[in-house]
Structures are given as structure tokens and as C-alpha cells.
């Protein structure tokens, strides 16, 4: 079987879906046979910046260098895969949105001018074009295994579009709503993790992004008076959408 050359890239994150990556690489072994990893600095030192079957990017943009790197890679890649919330929707860093760049950088660094940062968060998408988009934070690593499997075979992963409440259900979990009065935002947000946080009795606050393609931002807005109720304040639960959906928050301008 011909191997596909791979690159991994990463912008700016955390390098928790990178890890996922190299778990899965542990975990599934025979994964290695399959790629030939051209571009990967945090598993390799040689790093070739060539054309690519596919390229994996992770985090999201924050800077004009990053846009400029991202069109090369696209340029030299067949399929383009963001990898993680971050790459996907933004991600956590997008919590910033809306708040001056520099006060952030102040608050948070005590050598604020060495921070290169515009004031917007772009996801990778925003940029350029993306033919694969894996969700979570971190993405789950058995199915970036499998979807890299399909790709060397010359298949194409399907598509699941559900809510986690899907997962909660298939997996016989209780529902932490019904049962404990705890909030959860399973009804909007995407499946894909196996409804982890319910199975140990927490609600999901969402690091999959919300289900956006097909939803009425109508249910947003009741989704957030009923768990006003449960006790999740407006703040939090805009905060939580704009840490994990920021395309979404955008479109709605929240
Ligand atoms: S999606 Fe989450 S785990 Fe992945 S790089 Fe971003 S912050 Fe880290
Ligand atoms: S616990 Fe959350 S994800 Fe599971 S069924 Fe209830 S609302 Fe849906
Ligand atoms: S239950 Fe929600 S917050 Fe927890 S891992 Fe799954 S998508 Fe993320």
C-alpha cells in the first residue's frame, strides 16, 4: 500500500490535540507504516516544507504571520484538515474577542510588547479552505487514527451530525439534567466524544462546539434562559459558546 506524506502544523494552542495525534500514533502502531511524516516538529527535528497529501493543522490564527503560513500550506497540501477546537471554531483563546488585544496582553504577560497578537481570533477555516474539520478539545484520537486509515485506502471519513445528546442516549447514560438538575449543554453542542463529561455525572459545557449547521439561533437563546434556570448565568454560558463556537457567536453577533 502507497504511503501518504503527512505534515502536522501547528498555530496557536495548546499542542493538546498534537498530543492526542501522538497518542494515537503510540496507540495504533501500524499508523506509522501508513504516513510518511514530512512536517511534525514536536515528533521529529527534520522538517520538510514540501507538497503534502495531507496536512493536519492545529490552533487557530492570531496574527498576520499565521494567515501567510496557512495559504503556503494550503497551497502545498491535497487535503487540509483542521484538528481541534482551536483550528475548527476558534477555540478557548477566542475568549479574548471583543477585548482590547493589548490590555489582554498586559493582564496576562509582564513582557506584553514580545506578544505578537491581532485583536481577532480566526479559525482556520475563516482563512482558507478546509476539507476536513474534527472537533474537540482535544479532538479524540481514535478517530483521527481511523480517518487517517480511510484517507491511505483512499476513502472518505462520514460525516455525523448529531448533538451529544445522541451519545448520552447510545451509551445508556443518565441524563445529568433530568436526574441532578445540573446544567449541561448536550441538546446544542456536537457529538463526537461519547458524551464523556455526563458518563462521570458532569454537564457538557461544550468543547466540541456547537451543532451550528442546522440550528435556529432561536434555540440558543432559550438554551440560555433554561439554564438560566439550572443556575448557569447569561455571562457563563456566552462565555462558553465564545470559548468553544466563536464562528457561531460571530454570526450572532453575542
Ligand atoms: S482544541 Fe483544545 S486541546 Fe486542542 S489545541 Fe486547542 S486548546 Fe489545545
Ligand atoms: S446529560 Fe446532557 S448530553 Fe446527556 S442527555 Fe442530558 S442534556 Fe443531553
Ligand atoms: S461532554 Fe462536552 S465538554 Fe465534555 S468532553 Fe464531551 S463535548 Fe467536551
Sequence with gaps: ?????????????????????????????ELLKLIDVKYFTELQDVNALTELNVAIVE?????????????????LSEVLISMGTCATLGGVQSLRVGVDVSEVKKY???????????????????????DLSLRGCPVNGDALASIIKKIVIGGWPLEVYESLCADC??????????????PCLGPIVSAGCGALCP?????CYGCYGVKDKDLDPEKIFEMEKALGRLGLSK????????????????????
Design 1 to 29: 500500500m502507497k504511503r501518504i506524506s503527512v505534515g502536522v502544523f501547528k498555530l496557536t494552542s495548546c499542542s493538546g490535540c498534537i498530543n492526542e495525534l501522538i497518542y494515537a500514533l503510540v496507540k495504533h502502531p
Design 59 to 75: 490552533g487557530s490564527c492570531v496574527r498576520e504571520e499565521h494567515e501567510g503560513i496557512l495559504k503556503k500550506i494550503r497551497g
Design 108 to 130: 496576562v504577560y509582564l513582557n506584553p510588547e514580545y506578544v505578537d497578537a491581532y485583536n481577532d481570533v480566526k479559525a482556520v477555516g475563516e482563512l482558507i479552505q478546509v
Design 169 to 182: 442516549k447510545r451509551a445508556g447514560i443518565e441524563c445529568v439534567v433530568v436526574a441532578k438538575g445540573t
Design 199 to 203: 458518563s462521570f455525572g458532569r454537564g
Design 235 to 254: 455571562d457563563d454560558f456566552y462565555s462558553l459558546l465564545k470559548g468553544y463556537s466563536m464562528s457561531l457567536v460571530k454570526s450572532l453577533k453575542i
